[in-house]
């Protein structure tokens, strides 16, 4: 076998945009009127448009791959045809070997049958043969954690259970690659870090996935390489976190897109005592200054700053207005400038400084930077996460096991 | 086409397990469950029975045992054949879900539907066969002869359960269209008269690929006789050309099953 998991050369597909003939006492007459008086179908039906355009990829064996983009990109009509649920307009692909997705993993189910009954149902319709869900019938229920419910019909179950036990199928059928879309959005925070659990050691056991989410953070943490997807093509293909970068830059341009710019951010520095700086020691002082500068006359504004990590996690966040700072308003070519000072507690990573005009009793923002800057911070202390709680280990003690406590 | 039996092969067992699905639900009150499989057929046969005595009266003859049995031997296939069509026909609108988002071979749903629906047939086949019994028909050789007619039309009832499926998926008012045919055909199929009380236009109804089938069940059971092997014949064909071309279509059409449900 090749070392390619999976390949497409120049994807297309088309889909229609009005409405179909739906009936045939619609398309009946429809179709007479044509033959007969050479009259046209009714335009809406000739209004098409390309939910693909000419999509070209390769993923290796064993390597994973994420899909981003924004709604109606095209991510999921890309998945369908992975998996062989629609059929391209034009193009080839090729997977080698078994392809499981993980898309709508409840489909299967049906609500009168019992939690055992399901697994065996869906299972089968996900491709797996009786003796191998009998062999991973336990596997399976631990993971769904629903042990004591599994002889009752899932239509008693709640939303979350449904769906753990769709995931905890699908999980467990074995493929050479695994097509996830966004399934991770189900269940409690434990759940869902079991579901990452899971993908990882897929991964690591070797499988291909291929992982579209919009959740960027766990996009990051599963994929190596990424695919940017807009208007159904490809914009680019390259490492995860370049591919998120563009993603978000390309994002940022217009905040009310079609209306003209009232107010511009100027300048946005990060500073320590000394002047700019870009990197930082872990708890730290830091300065940000920020100058907004007005284009027509606007009112009551505030400036609002936020660091994002890595994986564009929201993980501090203030604003002029919440310091108490009374809203500004200026008149056309008017400068505001303000500056915050900030201890940063924060743990040793890569973060981005985001900057907004805002108003709050109207809602309204009217110029975002974002990223304005990207710090760096070093940590002397190995401490991970997103905070610096500076911790001191001030006591460590070893107790050996008495023999008596062994006893009970 | 060789490809796509070996790969509806391969799915046989979810073929099993969507059949399994579609009984167990139908069957999870079992007394209800029986119930169900017998009512229709129940029905038939009585309707079929108030018809053969106004025959009888009109006639000035006795209503004979033998055309009551005949009556239930033919309306329990008929009620097989009319849900079998009916359920395959929504069998894929009704499993919207499934149909897209996981791939499989979709002609899987209308094949489970007949199925099902067949499992029905064998329930109300077993009390037919105490009913039976009872009247005292008889065993002999011809009976032989039910399983090859029973295989005929299941291979009829799936040709024509995948094309409505497919073709109802696309045109929403198809399912309406058959329930009309499926109503009214009763009345074009040999199921509460012979067709040799017609005489000689009798050939005329067995041209209804059906009829023949009925006729022969009929025969075997009651009459002690062979089907009319040409008649069967033309069922045969009639039923392989149905499920071959009905297979076709639907793997023709099965591609864009996802963006047009």
């Known amino acids: 076998m090749s070392d390619v998991a999976l390949r497409m050369e120049h994807i297309y597909k088309k889909f229609r945009k009005g409405e179909i003939y739906n009936s045939l006492r619609d398309f009946l007459p429809a179709m007479t009127g044509k033959m007969f008086q050479g009259q046209e179908l009714n335009a809406t039906d000739k209004r098409e ?5 000419d ?30 649920i629609m059929k391209p307009t034009k193009g080839r692909m090729i997977v080698n070997g078994r392809l499981s997705a993980l898309i709508e993993v409840t489909a299967g189910f049906h609500p009168d049958l019992t939690g055992m009954e399901n697994i065996f149902l869906h299972g089968t319709i996900l491709g797996m043969n009786k003796r191998e869900i009998q062999s991973k019938l336990d596997q399976i229920i631990a993971f769904s954690g629903l042990d004591e419910f599994i002889d009752t019909p899932v239509k008693r179950y709640s939303s979350g259970m449904f769906a753990r036990l769709g995931f905890s199928v699908a999980a467990h059928v074995n493929a050479d690659v695994l097509v996830v879309d966004e399934v991770l959005s189900v269940g409690d925070y434990v759940f869902q870090q079991r579901c990452m659990e899971r993908i990882r050691s897929v991964i690591q056991a070797g499988t291909t996935v291929l992982f579209v989410s919009h959740n960027l953070k766990s996009v990051t943490e599963i994929c190596q390489r990424a695919i940017l997807l807009e208007h159904g093509k490809i914009v680019t293909i390259d490492s995860t976190d370049a591919v998120i970068r563009e993603y978000l830059s390309a994002g940022d341009s217009p905040i009310n897109p079609g209306e003209k710019k009232q107010v511009n951010i100027s300048k946005v520095t990060v500073r320590d005592r000394v002047g700019e700086q870009s990197t930082f020691e872990s708890g730290q002082k830091a300065w940000v200054d920020v100058e907004v500068t007005a284009l027509e006359a606007v009112e009551k504004m505030a400036v609002v700053i936020w660091f994002k990590d890595e994986t564009q996690y929201l993980i501090f966040h203030t604003s002029t207005e919440r310091l108490g700072f009374a809203p500004f308003s200026l008149q056309p070519g008017g400068i505001y400038r303000c500056t915050f000072e900030l201890d940063l507690n924060i743990a040793h990573g890569t973060f981005h400084l985001v900057t907004q005009v805002y108003r709050y009793d109207i809602q309204k923002s009217y110029d975002r930077r974002d990223p304005a800057a990207t710090i760096f911070i070093g940590s002397t202390t190995a401490v991970g996460g997103a905070v610096n709680c500076f911790p001191r280990l001030i006591e460590s003690e070893t107790v050996a096991a008495s023999t008596e406590s062994c006893k009970v | 086409m060789k490809d796509e039996l070996r790969e509806l092969y391969k799915y046989r067992e979810l073929l099993y397990m969507i059949t399994y699905r579609d009984i ?39 209503l004979k045992t033998g055309d009551i049995a005949s009556v239930a031997i033919k309306a329990v296939p008929w009620a097989f054949i009319v849900s079998s069509i009916r359920f395959s026909c929504n069998s894929l609108t009704g ?14 749903f209308p094949m489970a539907a007949v199925l099902a629906c067949l499992f029905d047939f064998f329930v109300a086949y077993a009390a037919l066969v105490v009913f039976l019994f009872f009247i005292k028909v008889g065993v002999t050789i011809y009976l032989l002869w039910i399983p090859v007619l029973l295989a ?62 009925l006729e022969g069940l009929s025969d075997c059971i009651v009459r002690h006789e062979s089907p009319d092997l040409h008649w069967y014949l033309y069922s045969l064909i009639f039923s392989l ?21």
Request: net charge positive.
């Open chain 2, 241 to 261: 050309i149905t499920f071959f071309s009905g297979f076709v279509l639907f793997k023709d059409l099965e591609p864009a099953f996802a963006e047009s449900i």
């Open chain 1, 55 to 84: 999509i070209s990829f390769e993923v290796k064996r064993g390597e994973s791959l994420g899909i981003i983009g924004r709604n109606g990109a095209g991510k999921s009509t890309a998945l369908k045809i992975l998996s062989r």
């Open chain 2, 95 to 108: 499993n919207r879900e499934l149909v897209t988002k996981i791939y499989f071979p979709k002609e899987i």
């Open chain 2, 152 to 213: 005929t039309m299941i291979l009829l009832c799936v040709g024509i359960g995948t094309i409505v499926s497919a073709v109802s998926l696309f045109f929403r008012d198809v399912k309406y269209i058959v329930e009309v045919f499926l109503t009214y055909g009763i009345f074009f199929t040999p199921v509460f008269y012979d067709v040799r009380m017609f005489g000689d236009r009798g050939k005329w109804l067995l041209l209804n690929p059906v009829a023949p089938l």
């Open chain 1, 49 to 53: 448009f390309w939910a693909l355009q």
């Open chain 2, 24 to 62: 167990k639900v139908r069957y999870k009150q079992s007394i209800m469950g029986f119930l169900w499989a017998i009512l229709m057929p129940i029905l038939i046969v009585m309707s079929g029975i108030v018809v053969r005595y106004a025959y009888a009266v009109v006639a000035h003859a006795p």
